[in-house]
């Protein structure tokens, strides 16, 4: 069934049968839980903070102790389909890879992939920002972070730095 299908379906309904079918949907999926929730309360750095908090979590778990960078990664894929402003975005993209670079440092990570995957969401947060032309509000931060990646291993800074200078033009 499309959404034309479903659409034509919903128009059929009256107002209570609709508000039963969204107040089911709300209590049985967590997504539309959220989407309703910030629809009630559109408050973006509200939100912003509350999937910070997600993404940190994701890295220093409050129960065990072991990394669950998959957590962190699907609240920032939750947060895009909330969210409106390209700035809130590109916050929370940078936030992942400023608590990536602050665990590399803390734990002294060996492997390659951890630091491929540092230098991936950098680059992605780097190409959101230029996408919708916010990357002057976020230099100063970006350059904080190429230049914590100074110390680490599998030359993670060289490549910060190249990446940084390509889309600021450095």
Request: aromatic share 12%; with cysteine; glycine share 2%.
């Amino acid at each position: 069934m499309g959404l034309r299908d479903v659409k034509k379906e919903l128009e059929q309904l009256d107002q209570q049968e609709l508000i039963h079918h969204i107040s089911e949907l709300y209590k049985k999926h967590k997504a539309v839980k959220a989407y309703f929730d910030f629809f009630a309360n559109p408050d973006e750095d509200e939100l912003l903070e509350q999937y910070k908090g997600r993404v940190h979590e994701g890295f220093y778990p409050k129960t065990g102790k072991k990394l669950k960078v998959y957590k962190a990664r699907k609240a920032i894929n939750d947060f895009k389909k909330l969210a409106f402003s390209a700035e809130k975005v590109a916050a929370l993209l940078i936030y992942f890879t400023q608590v990536s670079t602050v665990y590399a440092r803390e734990h002294k990570l060996k492997t390659e992939a951890f630091y491929v995957r540092i230098e991936n969401s950098f680059e992605a947060a780097l190409k959101h920002m230029q996408q919708n032309l916010i990357l002057d509000q976020f230099k100063d931060e970006n350059a904080s972070i190429v230049e914590r990646c100074l110390p680490m291993p599998w030359n993670c800074h060289a490549h910060m730095k190249s990446l940084f200078e390509q889309y600021y033009n450095e």
